[in-house]
């Protein structure tokens, strides 16, 4: 059973930083070969996709509005990811969910993120 578990989302003021981390679990081919992705959804709009990172050549890429202020990174032998925010916004509120495609599609369970002085 695959399973991808996140955490780490919580609520910060903006301008702060929080880290979240994905663990996938059950992936029935090599994690490197996997392209990971986190995406957001926030209340009554569409989820998009924040950042991804191609399998086998790992390369990252990143919503417009989110460059140089997320970072997204893969560990490969630990079958994690994690995206680290900083300089965050109010419109960075969503809940953000992990990704993995190869040949099937996988999402976590989700993770609240909520940006609010």
């Known amino acids: 059973q695959v399973q991808l578990v996140e955490s780490g989302g919580g609520l910060v003021q903006p301008g702060g930083s929080l880290r979240l981390s994905c663990a996938a679990r059950?992936?029935?081919?090599?994690?490197?070969?996997?392209?990971m992705s986190w995406y957001r959804q926030a209340p009554g709009k569409e989820r998009e996709l924040v950042a991804t990172?191609?399998?086998?050549?790992?390369?990252?890429k990143y919503l417009d509005s989110v460059d140089g202020r997320f970072t997204m990174s893969r560990d490969n032998v630990g079958n994690t990811v994690v995206l680290q925010m900083y300089s965050l916004k109010p419109q960075d509120t969503a809940v953000y969910y992990c990704?993995?495609?190869?040949?099937?599609?996988?999402w976590g369970q989700g993770t609240q993120v909520t940006v609010s002085s």
């Open positions: 990704y993995a495609r190869r040949t099937q599609d996988y």
């Open positions: 059950g992936l029935p081919f090599l994690f490197k070969t996997y392209t």
């Open positions: 990172s191609t399998g086998g050549d790992g390369v990252t």
